[in-house]
């Protein structure tokens, strides 16, 4: 056996043990010798159709198997890609940003070469990515090379956001110690010092038996940093009424029967209103405070009435205790609450999913509206199916909808990059593929945000990848037309041949099918089509719908977002 290994092998070969199947990028003259060992270490290259859409592919696929990776170009390389990695950074997605760059000599002397601004700084985008990933290596001595890589993919799996690491065209093949791979990464959470944490689980205990009203609520960051179990323990073994925030959707299981619902401030229902706010203990799981997340901060939370769980800290009332993570603290408060049955009367909190009688056999054909679209669906939708909405219309829809078991809900709220959810459910479905799962990808997009990533359609055509793509074509921007602007033409958008889309890329009849739907009976049609729901190839669906047009709740979204655009102070 080998006695030493290259340094790109090193680096892949660290990648494969952190789970990483396939790694996404676009090749480039800086970065082509390192391509030729990515499948010599068991990965498999994805050759995206930009750097942007390769970074959200890498984010979607992260979000499904733990981590991703996306290997570019210095310069015009890597800004391309920045926009996803920023998306990552603030919604806590583990990816590894892999840059090749030119050779240390290049370096050193200060070459004016392409893709570079021209005045010999090989630092100026590296410094930019600074504030966008949580550890960076300059792979500049191979002396170090082995201990910067270990430190910086173990920053990406304990902090969960992104890193940066770059590889000048001459580090590749520098020989390291092969030996350096038999010791394994440092990948275990941070354990909390024993006596902090019970002292902080007697506190929440002692809280919880003298509320009258207690209530959870969860949030993204219980499924970003891997608690969901832990969660699903304690929820179920309480039987506390739990609710979820918008971006919390698909972290329980709303099947419980102390599933009450998802709060969304003021724009929340009467009845999840009430009881939520009527409680006298929020436990706040996994926060992410953000303006569309807290319905544009309306949300009612008593801060000496709530106990806050994050992944770096614990927050009970004004007091916060730094340093500790919340798993340790969820394991410890799952085994030691008392076991109740649910004591809360249930909330109607399920979507309508019947079909009405008149449906299939209509007279005059009824368009497809959102009021009806997203609740018909809760029945349609299977369980282990990983849903991708787009920002907007697709995302905050989808909040009608009843999950069956096990759906993974992936979308970007808080960064809000349009065209995101191609790139990412080409990213998602590649994760499962890779897991051996025969689990669906779903995805919701509008049409102004499939024209900004389409071409991604293609890497899920050549990966023959399992996608089912409902396009939701009304003509432009809804999201915007309800913010600000709804006739302006700055929110229309060119009409494309959507469904001509696909073989345009590449795709042969048996690697897609097609449909194109505008009623009512039609959308009924397609959805009670076994063939069309238990598929293997990709299904794309042009679901035409009315312009002015939208879920209740995207309504108040843009009225709320029209009001906060307008605030002076």
């Given amino acids: 056996m080998a006695t030493t290994i290259t340094l790109a092998d090193f680096l892949f070969a660290r990648l494969y043990q952190l789970g990483l199947r396939s790694l996404h990028g676009v090749p480039g003259d800086y970065n082509l010798v390192a391509l030729d060992y990515v499948e010599k270490s068991g990965l498999k290259w994805v050759g995206n159709c930009n750097e942007l859409n390769a970074g959200y592919a890498a984010d979607g696929y992260a979000r499904v198997n733990g981590i991703g990776a996306i290997f570019t170009v210095i310069g015009v390389g890597e800004l391309s890609a920045i926009n996803a990695c920023a998306g990552s950074y603030a919604e806590n997605i583990p990816v590894v940003y892999l840059v090749g760059s030119p050779s240390r000599a290049a370096h050193q002397n200060k070459a004016i070469l392409h893709h570079t601004l021209g005045d010999g700084d090989f630092d100026a985008f590296a410094d930019m990515f600074k504030r966008v990933t949580v550890a960076q290596a300059k792979l500049m001595d191979i002396n170090t090379a082995a201990q910067e890589i270990d430190r910086v993919l173990e920053a990406c799996w304990r902090l969960r956001r992104p890193v940066y690491i770059r590889l000048p065209t001459d580090m590749v093949t520098q020989k390291l110690d092969a030996t350096l791979l038999d010791t394994p990464l440092g990948l275990e959470p941070l354990s909390n010092k024993v006596e902090a944490e019970s002292a902080i689980v007697d506190k929440i205990l002692d809280l919880l038996h003298e509320a009258k009203n207690p209530v959870f609520l969860v949030d993204a960051n219980a499924s970003r940093f891997r608690v969901l179990d832990e969660v699903d323990v304690l929820v179920r073994k309480s039987g506390l009424p739990t609710f979820i925030a918008p971006m919390g959707k698909s972290t329980i299981n709303e099947s419980l029967e102390n599933f009450s619902g998802m709060y969304f401030g003021a724009f929340t229902d009467t009845k999840t209103r009430e009881a939520f706010e009527s409680s006298d203990l929020v436990l706040y799981i996994g926060p992410i405070k953000s303006d569309v997340n807290t319905a544009w901060f309306t949300t009612k939370l008593r801060q000496e009435k709530t106990v806050e769980f994050h992944s ?28 109740s049955p649910p004591h809360s009367p249930k909330l109607d909190v399920s979507s309508t999913s019947e079909v009405p009688a008149a449906v299939l056999g209509e007279q005059v054909p ?48 808080l960064w809000g990059s349009i065209g995101y959810s191609v790139g990412a459910a080409q990213g998602a479905a590649l994760a499962l593929k890779d897991a051996g799962s025969e689990s669906r990808t779903v995805l919701f997009v509008g049409d102004g945000s499939f024209q900004l990533t389409a071409q991604e359609v293609s890497t899920m055509i050549r990966l023959k990848l399992r996608v089912i793509i409902f396009l939701i074509e009304n003509e432009g921007y809804t999201i915007e037309r309800f913010i600000h602007g709804m006739e302006a033409e700055y929110n229309d958008i060119a009409g494309w041949k959507y469904t001509d889309i696909p073989r345009v890329l590449g795709a042969s009849e048996s690697d897609v099918g097609i449909h194109d739907i505008e009623t009512k009976a039609e959308l009924e049609t397609l959805l009670l089509d076994r063939n069309f729901a238990e598929a293997r190839n990709i299904q794309f669906v ?28």
């Fill in 312 to 339: 770096d800290r614990i927050e009970i009332g004004f007091a916060k205790y730094e340093g500790i993570q919340m798993k340790g603290v969820l394991q410890k408060l799952g085994a030691r609450i008392e076991r």
């Fill in 366 to 413: 009824e368009p497809i509206l959102h009021k009806h679209l997203w609740k018909r669906l809760s029945s349609w939708l299977q369980p282990n199916d990983v849903i991708i909405t787009e920002n907007g219309t697709a995302n905050i829809g989808i909040w009608d909808s009843k999950f069956p078991p096990s759906v993974q809900a992936i979308n970007q709220t």
């Fill in 542 to 569: 042009e679901m035409h719908m009315p312009k002015d047009d939208a879920p209740e709740m995207l309504k108040a979204v843009g009225e709320g977002a029209a009001k906060s655009n307008s605030r002076d102070k």
